[in-house]
Each structure stands twice: as structure tokens, then as C-alpha cells.
């Protein structure tokens, strides 16, 4: 199987790197408009070939894949031609600028009987799939919170806010550990910029299952935290990915409820146990994600981090926007 | 000058042990309902006269001042009858469990030219102390954003949510360390156990001049987090009330930026330097708390935590519980 | 049962209040040679005698044992008038200043049928407790070292070096913990007052049977840290004493090796697994000893903190002395 | 100038990428016993000649330097070949298995007018040169001790014990930072293995000025420790590798003590301070260290990491390993 990728900018290297590595593949092009880009390829993979525009690679029928990291105002127009080339398609997170533009991404891949799918690179790492593992074990019991933070002394980017930049991570791991669909969102945030583009934000989503999710980004913390608690009646995960090894803790901890019909009082039992820290698969999660691509156009499979999640990111993303925009109020999904 | 003290639960022994050591100060009185209570205090201080009514106290002529570290429900009633009684008051935070009352008692000691009070005791941390001088001499440059996150497996109160129980802490250092007045509030939450009360919550404070606040709250964590983020432009702070020592870093931290004109496009320039931890005192906050109470008494002068700061943390809760309940609407101040 | 503490300083008041709490046992006296120390013994505890000289104590028939806080170099004196006069003996640690006196007392406590044991309180606490549970259950395997950092800016003690002050904790762990007998020792340390008081040190104990434990203790540390390693090779424990819950951590980490015969090469598999972090007891493991004092002087039991063990230590912390006053020396025990 | 390198196991790539980005240096040759790690070189560096033996390159007189990165046993005759041959070079810690090697060696570069050198690369990283800056503009006072602990769960070397292994990044550190001449050591150490290379030892190295160091390092522990105390008078440093950015803490941290004539007794002020991080430079130390060597032969001037730097290491280990032989009997150098 023959895959050209698009763009190669940070993410590039490590994708052309972990094509390369995948049984049955062969990275055949990297198209990037910067020639001092192409210059870097050449030296590290004299085969493949390169060049400043796309064409040539969509119109390739040897080629039967293209991955797309460019800037996300790109994605739309890229997948679009290549799925109309009859090519699989790839798509770096987040999947595309809007709603309409994932969903008619989607409609077209189905049309064509091709696949589509968007790179969220976590869902592959050790981590989220121990925590998937157990809460699909029912290890945890009834989730019932998901609070994370990401902030850190970040690039701040010039075409999208704080939470499009950061967000999407988080939001991916919520989708693809919590059964239940959101039903709507809240957020507020600030720019610091004069270009109305928020450098700090936090976002609710709500449920109507008691089940709520909040997220806390910033591009303008001096620590990084990269943390991301779950809450289930029986027990709670953290997972801090700046741990080298230990990011997963799993505490034994929680607590029972009864009212007391009499004296109309709630009664608490608070319990605290054990620690456990498991012991996480490190092969590179952006391998499982590229073996996963490769595998489900073989198999016709669903792959993991699908284009039906990637699209439930960007709804999240835009009602997340409104809502800054309207003074954190409440946008249905 | 003789005070006396009502409600001797888990904070009442340490008021006591607190105004003891205050010159010139004497407790009288310890009230508590709970005959148990008080013979705890007989046993640790014979010479306090206790009592299960308030009455006694309120009318004793010699007694300058009142404590009130009953629930909140009751602050509003007794607080009332002892400024009534014309005794100076002090009040364990939150004020009162509502905006009116906490303004019409506000009204009625300054009708009755006596001292109202609220002890909201961080103030008087070493740790605060060090941030609001940090502030003041202009240090952090223009502050830019607040960020709170104040969670562990706490006792699940049976009469105020999460917000009313956890944020007066840090909305009162908010109110303290920040010159500029809020303008609205987003809270969100959701309640766990089947009596309507938040036992998680989020609360954005909106200000007009491009500052932020941000507050987590949680009685379900299974860690516990006492972190405080405040960012100025010129450098940050982060406040990790869990270190023994260690509880404030100063970051030489930030960015610039500029807009290229040409390009239409935001230019920033990161720093990061080095980082301070300054040596604190270490004296106990509640001790000159008691000592600015009696202080402000004798010398008619305006205490740190004072009445109208403790009145703007009722607002702000007030308001954050109206949001909450209108699914994170946005309400003014 | 009755009984009086000799010696009102640091320790003093946690022993009064500890024994106060233990069944069937009456605190009857506190002695202490400083009246001020004995004013602040009266104001908390009314009804327990008080007096600078312990003959009162020694002479009173209703009098069961004592119960020694003194500085070191009085435990012995003590000690053996209170033998002699039919009193069972609880002795603080180090038991005494010399081996010599160390047996001298165990053999009279022998004579008169009298229980003497040494308050070594970390064999108390839940967390050496646990240790000791997972090694008695092989969960560790069979034990390979012991490695033992106990640091920080210290009292500088008059008398006794860094060893005789801080390393008696971490040797009655040792010995608890390990029921092979050590065989000799190794020890260099420095002393930077001008009283030849060595305020830093170390020591290795040394065994026959390829286990080794060492020892760092400093007063002149800019950090504290309390962390002691146990090797097993099945799993290895970390304790740090300064997490306020999850002191002990369990690692499933080990190797296994084997020789290669032709190639006379040995060949390890190194092995890293969870880690588990177990909750502890939090009883407080002063109340734990005094309990195991009164039970034993009861049911004419053997204490776990026992006087031979007591004996251990000091005839490893007099051997250590020897190695550093002679370079280094091998010492044999 | 034309170097080769000699050696292209763990190391060697690094050696390589660095030295080709030095001005003025091209990596000519790779010398390699492996042809599969030749292979390697060959993919990633076309224009580098690699050979499996060193002749070809010892003879090439465009070869003004030779890297040597092999294990420990062969660095001496390649050293010795290289000198002879009239090429620089650079050996890789520990300079040789032996104090004698070492001193030919340096005897033999000496005579040929040749620059010989030893890769300590810690001398060129960021946190190391703060320290060293530190303590020359005296702002730690009087140097009093070194306390180094390099831990982890590491790979047992098959020829060498772990004091060769871990410890001579630490003792290149000291002898770095401390200007004064050590005077013996101390060693004691175990073997859990049955080819009796030590995997655990300690290592004390004496002064005669008030000064002591102490190394503790272990193949076989469950936590990772990289961690370095150096104390003075004034203040204190603790040098935290594993830390991602805030590897070095200054403590204004210290006591001073005087002796009361008098009563013959020592008082002592302690005193704690703020605490300092500064920010490091954060330049590869490998490419420091390859830009030292090269600029060393053009401007014949002494390295940083020098040939007797190197040769004191050695002294230090080969009497460690005279001591832990002997039971830790002392061994002056």
C-alpha cells in the first residue's frame, strides 16, 4: 500500500517515520509548499519523493492513502479532493474548521466507500487504553466526573483559540470513554492578544445522566499541567501525562450515600483505600494509530479514533465557540 | 476587653485558643448548643463561663464583642441581636447565607458605629501576604488571570453546595489581592447525591478590563489539590497550599507580542527565567486575624477581611448559585 | 496500674498524654529537674504529681513501672535504681550510652523478673508494620539490602553525634525487619563544629549472607528526606516517612540472572511491573508501644520494641563510632 | 579537521551528530567490530567511511583526531596506538581500566606534543557550570560536603562494578567543583551476583580540610535517583537531574555556631532562607564538550574535562575497589 502525506511541518517527521515502520506500506510521497521542508526529507529518506503541490500525488493511482497535517483551515479542501480521487483518507486533529465541513468529509467517504479517519494520536497510548479497559470492566463503576487540565506556556496560534489547540485531546479521550452523548455545552475564556483569539478558556460539558466534563486550557500558565481525573462511584483514575512511568493511578476511594427519611438527612460513608499504579504498554502510540489506518482499509474495519468521533470533537469545539462568544451561555448540541 | 464565643465546633477551639493569646483580650464566654461541647472547654479552660443560649452573653455589659462560628443558617440572627445589643462582630466566612442580609447587617453596624467582621483567614497567611505585597509593588506587572482549583474527598455539607463551602477561601484572596471590581459570573455544576446540592462545581468571575478568574471546586476527588494560579505580565505566581514550606513560586515567566502590520499577524516572544521561592512567615493566619479584630476595635480602623469584602464573597456566591441553576447563564454583579 | 514518666521535654508530653489513653494505666507522676517544665505539666494535667527529683517516684509501692525520657546519658542511672526497686522500666532511644550498660540492665531486669524494653515507636507505625507483613509473607522474596537517607538542617545535639541521634530509628527498623544477624560494621563521617561531634556520617552494616544495609544521616542538609529502600528479589519496597498517606510504595521490579557457561557471560532479565500503594493503619504508633508496655508487663510478654533489640542498636551505633574514630575501620559486632 | 570514531555502540551516535556540528570538524570514519552497526552508520551518514578495524584510520594522515568510544578495556591500546600515530584524542569516562594506563597515556600525549582528553560530558551541562559558577564567586562560602546518590533499576556491566560504571560522573563533578586534593576513600559495596561485581556500593571520599564526599550508587533499586547535595557555609545547592527544567536549587539555607566558654557548651543559629532556581542553559553538554576538544588542538589550551581530571577519576575508582576488597579499610591515594 502506497501513501503520500501532506504537510510536514512538527507533526510530519514523526508520521513519515511511523508509515514507514507499518507492515505493507510505503510512504511514496511528502508534499509540503515549503522547499526548505522537502530539502529535510530528502536527506532523511532519499525514496521518497517530494513535492510543492498535491497533485501529482492525488492523481496517482498507485497511491491509495493520503494523510493530511497541514494547517486545519486546509483539511476540508485536501480530504475533499482526494476522497473525490478515490483515495483513503487521514486527517490530523482537529478533522476540519467546522461542523458542516466534517459531516459532508463523512458523507463523502461513505458515498465513495472509502475510509476516513482522524488522527487522535491518544486514544492508541498506554494510558487511555488501561483507563478504557477499566472502565469498561466496570472496575470504576458509574463514571461520573471527568475534569482535565492542560495548560502550559504555549505557542499561541494564530488562527484558532486556546481550546481548538489543546482541547481536542481530552475531548477525544471523553468521547471515547464515556458512552453517553453530550447534550450540550458551556464556556468562557479571555484573549490577552488584541485579536479576539482566547489564550485561556475552560469548557462544561454537560450530560443529562449526572455525568458532567470540564476542561482547562491555557496557553499562558508558567507550569504545565497535563492532568485528567475520572470519577466512578466505586473508584477514580488520575492520569498525569508528565509522569515519565506512573501516569495512571487508580484509587481505591469513594463513598456511599443514604438519606435518613426521618431527620430528611443525607448520610455519608467516606472511603479511602489502596493505590495502584499499573503498569503501561509503551509501544508509540502514533504506530498503533497508523497500524490501525493501514489495517481497517484492509479490513474494511472501524478504526478507534474514527471520522464519526472526530466529528463529535468538532461539534464540541463549535457549540464551545458560541458560547465564549455569547457569555458562556449554554449551547445544545 | 471581653469577648465571648458561640458555636464550639470544629473551628470554636482554635478561636479560642487564638483570642486568648491576643493582649488585652479575654474570652468570657463559649456558647454552644451541644452540652458535650461544652465541657470540653471546661476541661481545657476552666475559667471560661459556658453556656447552651447566647442570651446570657448578650446581655452581659461587659462583654465588648461577639465571635460567630455557628453554621451559617444562624449568622444572620445572631449577628443581628448582638449588634443590636451593641457588641462589636466578627463572623466565621461565609457572612450570611443571603445578599440582604449580609448588607442589612453591614447597615446596622455602621448605624450603631460598631465593628462588623468577617474572618476570612487567608488573608492573614504568610503565603497571601506575600502575594498581595508581590502585587502591590508591581512585581507581576498587570494581572491577567486568576485560577483556582480547591478539591479532595470532602465532607459533603447538608445545607450549601461545594461553591459555598470551598470558594470563600479563594474568592475572598481574589477580592483581596485584585483592585478591580467583577462584573458577572458562569458557574456550572452537578450534584451527585439526590438533594439538588453541587458536589462539584465551576465558576468563571468575569471582569471588564480583560482579567479573568476561574474557580474548580470538588468534594469528590480522590486527590487533594490547594493550587492557586496568578498570571501578571510580567511574571506569575502559583500558590500550592499543600507544601509544607515551599507554598509560593514566583515564575519570570511570560511573552510578549506585537502585530505584524503587514501580514496581519500576531507575533509573540516567549520567556522563562528563573524561579523564586521566597522564605514566608510562618506566624499562625488566625492569630492576626484575632489580633486585627481587636486591634480595628480599639482604634476604630478598617480590618483586612472586613465586613464589605465579606459581603462581595456573598455576591459572588449568590450569583454563581442563580447561574448554576439557569444552566450557566451568565449573571452581573 | 501506675506509673511515672521521668523526664518532661520534647517527647514528654506525647508520652503523658499516650499513656494516658492506655487501659487500666494511670499517669501518677512526672519528673522533671526544671520547675517550669513541671508548671506546664500541672496546668494540663491537674491531678498527676509532679516533682524535681524522681526518689518520691522510686520509693511509692503503688508505683508499677517507669518510664524514662530523660537526655541519654542519665538512662542508665535510672534505669538501674528503678530496677532495683521493683519497677518495670520503659527506656526512650538510644537505650543507653554504652553496651556495657545496655547488658548490665537487661541482665538485672532478668534477675529481679522485670520487664525492661526500649521505646524504639517507629516499629510501631503502620507503615513498618506493613513492611514487615509483606516480608514475613515472602511477598519480597529474600531481602538483599536496606538503604536508609535520613537528612535535614537538625539540632546540633550536645553530646552525641549524628548517628546516636538519627540512625537508632532506622536501625530498629533493621533489625525488626531482618532476622539474619549482622557482622560487622563500617562507618566515616565529619564533623564541622570544633567539638569532634560528627554531623554528618554514614554507616554500612555488614552481613555473611549477601544482604548489606547503609545508613546517611545528616544535620546539615538543605532538604529533609526520609526514605528508606528494602531490596527483595521478588519485589522491592520504598518508605518515605514524609508522604503524608502513601508512605510505603511496592514495586514488582527485580532481575533474574544466569550464567552463560560457555561464553562466561551472565545474563540478566530485568523485570518492571505495577506499583501499589497500600493504605496503612493510622492508629498512632506512640499509643501502639505504650500498649505493648502495660500489655506486656501483664501477660509477662515480650515486647515487640523488646530490651535486646534496644541492645542491638546501640552495640551497632558504638561499633560505628569506633569505625569512624579509626577511618573507616571494619568493625566486627 | 578529520576525525574518526572509534566505538559505535550506545554512544557513538551521539559522538557522531555532535562532532559533525562543530565548524571545521568532519567525521571521516567510523570504526566498528559490529558490521550491523556499520550498516546503520552507512544509512544515516553516506559520506562517513566506516571500516571494523581502527588501521586504516590510524594510518590516513588527514586524520587529526580519534574519538574512542569502546568498552573500558580497549580504550588503552587504541589510545597508545593513536598517540603513537601522532593523532589527538578523545577517550570516552572512565579514561582506562587502570592508574598506570592512565599516566602512560597522559606521559605519552605529553611527549608528542598531542592533546589527550577524557569525555566527562556532565562538566558541560548547564547545571553543572551554574554550580561551578557558584561556588567560585563564593556564594555558597566554604564548600563542607558532597553527598551524590545514583540510583536505579540499571544494567548490570559484565567487566566493570557499578562504582566504575555510575560513579565517575559524579566524581568528575567533584573533582570539577572542589579545588582542594583528596586525601584517601573509603568503600564498602555487595555482589548479588555470582561473578562478584558489585551492584550496590558507597564510596567516601576523606579530605584533610573539613571537607568530605560520599557516592551512593546501585544497579539494583526500584526508583531512579540522580541526585547531588553540595553544601557550603553560606548556602546550599541540591542538583536534581532527573528534573525536566528545575535542576538546580539554591538554599539560603545554613547555621553558625560559636562555643560558650563558659559553660563549655555549643550554640548554634540555624537559619532558613529563600529558596532559588535559576534558570540553566540549555545547550546540548556533548556538543560543548566536542566543541572543547576541537578548539583545545587548534588553540593548544587546556580542556575543561581534561586528561588529569580524567586520571584523578581513576585513582579515586581503583582505590574504591583496593578498599571494598579489604572491608572498607581506608586507602590513601
Known amino acids: 500500500m502506497n501513501i503520500a502525506i501532506i ?11 511511523n508509515f514507514s515502520a507499518v507492515a505493507n506500506c510505503k510512504v511514496k510521497y ?10 529535510t526529507v530528502k536527506k532523511a529518506y532519499p525514496n521518497i519523493e517530494v513535492n510543492v503541490l498535491a497533485d501529482l500525488a492525488m492523481a496517482d493511482t498507485s497511491v491509495d492513502a ?28 482537529p478533522m476540519t474548521a467546522t461542523v458542516a465541513e466534517a459531516e459532508e468529509l463523512i458523507e463523502l467517504a461513505k ?24 472502565i469498561d470492566a466496570n472496575d470504576l463503576g458509574g463514571i461520573q ?24 485531546h481530552d475531548i477525544s479521550i471523553l468521547l471515547y470513554l464515556i458512552n453517553s452523548k453530550p447534550y450540550s455545552v458551556n464556556a468562557t475564556g479571555i484573549s490577552h492578544t488584541n485579536n479576539g483569539i482566547e489564550n485561556i478558556a475552560y469548557l462544561t460539558v454537560n450530560y443529562t445522566n ?24 466505586k473508584k477514580m483514575v488520575v492520569f498525569n501525562d508528565l509522569e515519565p512511568s506512573e501516569k495512571i493511578r487508580v484509587y481505591d ?23 495502584f499504579i499499573p503498569k503501561l504498554e509503551m509501544k508509540e502510540a502514533l504506530l498503533g494509530m497508523a497500524n490501525d489506518f493501514i489495517t481497517c482499509i ?24 458560541q458560547s465564549i462568544k455569547q457569555n458562556g451561555k449554554e449551547i445544545k448540541l
Open 111 to 134: 458515498r465513495n466507500n472509502l475510509l476516513l479517519m482522524v488522527d487522535h494520536t491518544f486514544l492508541y497510548t498506554g494510558a487511555i487504553k488501561k483507563m478504557k479497559e477499566l
Open 66 to 93: 493520503l494523510v493530511i497535517a497541514t494547517p486545519v483551515f486546509a483539511h476540508y479542501a485536501l480530504a475533499k479532493q482526494a476522497l473525490s480521487s478515490g483515495k483513503h483518507v487521514l486527517i490530523e486533529k
Open 298 to 321: 484492509q479490513t474494511k474495519g472501524v478504526p478507534v479514533s474514527n471520522a464519526e468521533l472526530g466529528l463529535e470533537v468538532i461539534k464540541i469545539l463549535e457549540a464551545a465557540q
Open 145 to 168: 466526573y471527568f475534569d482535565s487540565t492542560r495548560i502550559n506556556l504555549g505557542l499561541f496560534q494564530p488562527d484558532v483559540n486556546v481550546l481548538w489547540d489543546l482541547a481536542p
Open 210 to 233: 449526572g455525568f458532567i466534563a470540564h476542561f482547562s486550557c491555557s496557553w499562558t500558565s508558567p507550569v504545565k499541567l497535563r492532568t485528567l481525573l475520572v470519577g466512578g462511584d
Open 253 to 275: 476511594t469513594g463513598y456511599n450515600f443514604r438519606t435518613d427519611e426521618e431527620k430528611k438527612r443525607l448520610l455519608v460513608d467516606y472511603r479511602t483505600g489502596d493505590v
Open 7 to 17: 504537510g510536514y511541518g512538527y507533526w510530519g517527521p514523526n508520521l513519515v517515520r
Open 30 to 39: 511528502v508534499i509540503d509548499a515549503r522547499t526548505e521542508r522537502l530539502e
